[in-house]
């Protein structure tokens, strides 16, 4: 066999070196800034949630590491379900665009020519593209410093005076270091003196409240309209649904404040995007075992155990959830389902729901195998999936209850845990944003 005299190597390396010098290295101002400001900054930037910015050259070069590392394994940017369909509002960084973070920090993370910049990308996040109405907190309010959170309601005026229809919303946190999350629920203009009268309890604005709406021993139903927080602040509703609001309605806002001082303030708003033709009205129905929250032993998820699960089988339109829940859908025509928001609390580790045909056969709705309390989201599809009236559908939580949870405890203290209102507590349900089909 013939091998190459040694005196060559040098020369086929020193091609190589040259071939590779013909393509310049990837460069942070033509080939990485578009991609960092399409997909990272709206968090990592001065005042938003994220703990640091990814703003410059600087800054990205300093978390170049730690880039790769969160974008090649899919931590960032947060979006926690697993791709069973396609979803609008998707915001996770496409494949290509990873590899190319990966090899720009590879070839030597050059910063290149400030004045040749990328063409800049866009991310559909659905964000409202109009605000036609707002409602405000009526004032600042000083969050309850006694309890690490503080969760409280505040009643919203509305000023729209005819009935309209909700295309989309923006949460507005007043103070987005403080505020966790925000849930919103509407006040049919019949329930308002119950609403009134939670509010009148203390001397504060607002009252406080738990999970839902509600104060302790009071209740009025207020349907679910959304959620928003810091990073995540609300949407346009899919394709051609809203919600209806009538004439003379209020909101309920409730606010989760966290570890707040003396001295924090918040006023949060919500901005609305209307739309004055005719939508189909679009619903949240929860889907969940409605004995969980009454016989604790439904739920029990066992100090130590690591791989609990319970699942919930049944029709969701029928059940005493569906029936109960204020909507004008005629549910013997079935429903479409636009979307799902999955909810657990701290100790989940993943959760199912799927659909079970009449014939048995099984389509799944959604999957989030990797949960994560802190990035929940209300996944939209592309293609919107029909609910026949006597289909049924599946939710399967599971948790891990084997490990401490908080600083100084050890796995001897660790407690069974039953379905509650409290982040310490558990939940296992997936609400389905459904209309007529
Ligand atoms: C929706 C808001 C949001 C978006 C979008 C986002 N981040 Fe983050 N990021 C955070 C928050 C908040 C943290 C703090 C850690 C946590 O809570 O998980 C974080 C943490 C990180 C960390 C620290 C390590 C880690 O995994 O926790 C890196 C690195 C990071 N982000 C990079 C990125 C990059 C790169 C992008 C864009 C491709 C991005 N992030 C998009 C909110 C966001």
């Avoid at 800034?33 to 938003?48: M, N, R």
């Avoid at 607002?206 to 990073?231: E, L, R």
Wanted: proline share 8%.
């Amino acid at each position: 066999m013939k091998s190459f005299p040694g005196f060559l190597f040098p020369v086929l390396l020193g091609l190589q070196t040259a071939h590779a010098a013909d393509v310049p290295p990837l460069a942070y101002y033509k080939d990485v800034k578009p991609i960092v400001d399409a997909y990272c900054v709206s968090c990592h930037s001065p005042g938003q949630i994220a703990p640091f910015s990814l703003t410059n050259y600087t800054e990205v070069i300093r978390f170049r590491k730690a880039i790769v590392t969160a974008t090649q394994s899919k931590s960032m940017p947060p979006w926690k379900v697993d791709p069973l369909h396609d979803y609008i509002y998707d915001i996770s960084l496409p494949a290509p665009h990873i590899q190319r973070l990966k090899d720009w920090v590879d070839q030597g993370a050059a910063a290149g020519d400030p004045m040749d910049v990328g063409p800049s990308l866009s991310v559909d996040k659905g964000q409202i593209e109009s605000i036609d109405a707002v409602a405000r907190m009526n004032a600042p309010y000083h969050p309850n410093t006694e309890n690490d959170d503080d969760y409280r309601c505040f009643l919203l005026d509305w000023e729209p005076d005819q009935d309209t229809f909700i295309k989309g919303y923006k949460v507005v946190p007043g103070n987005p270091k403080l505020v966790h999350h925000v849930a919103l629920y509407l006040v049919d203009p019949k329930n308002l003196d119950k609403v009134t009268a939670m509010v009148d309890e203390d001397e504060q604005d607002g009252y406080q409240c738990f999970g839902g709406p509600y104060t302790k021993g009071k209740f009025a139903p207020m349907p679910f309209v959304g959620i928003g927080g810091p990073g995540n602040g609300g949407f346009i509703f899919p394709e051609d649904t809203g919600i209806a609001v009538a004439q003379g309605s209020r909101f309920v806002m409730q606010v989760h404040y966290s570890s707040a001082k003396a001295e924090d303030l918040d006023q949060t708003e919500v901005q609305f995007q209307l739309s004055q033709e005719k939508l189909k009205s679009g619903v949240y129905l929860p889907v969940m075992n409605v004995m969980w929250p009454f016989l604790k032993d439904t739920m029990k998820i066992p100090a130590g155990q690591d791989n609990v699960s319970h699942s919930w089988q049944g029709n969701p339109l029928f059940s005493l959830v569906g029936l109960f829940f204020p909507s004008k859908l005629n549910y013997f025509k079935g429903a479409k389902v636009y979307g799902v928001a999955p909810h657990m609390h701290r100790l989940g580790k993943s959760i199912t729901l799927d659909i079970v045909r009449r014939d048995k056969s099984v389509e799944p709705l959604i999957s989030v195998s990797n949960w994560n309390f802190h990035w929940q989201n209300t996944f939209f599809y592309k293609q919107p999936i029909y609910l026949g009236p006597l289909d049924q559908v599946k939710l399967t939580c599971t948790w891990d209850n084997s490990k401490p949870r908080h600083e100084g405890e050890t796995t001897t203290g660790l407690k069974d845990v039953y379905w509650g209102e409290s982040t310490e507590d558990e939940m296992c349900t997936s609400a389905m944003f459904i209309a007529e089909p």
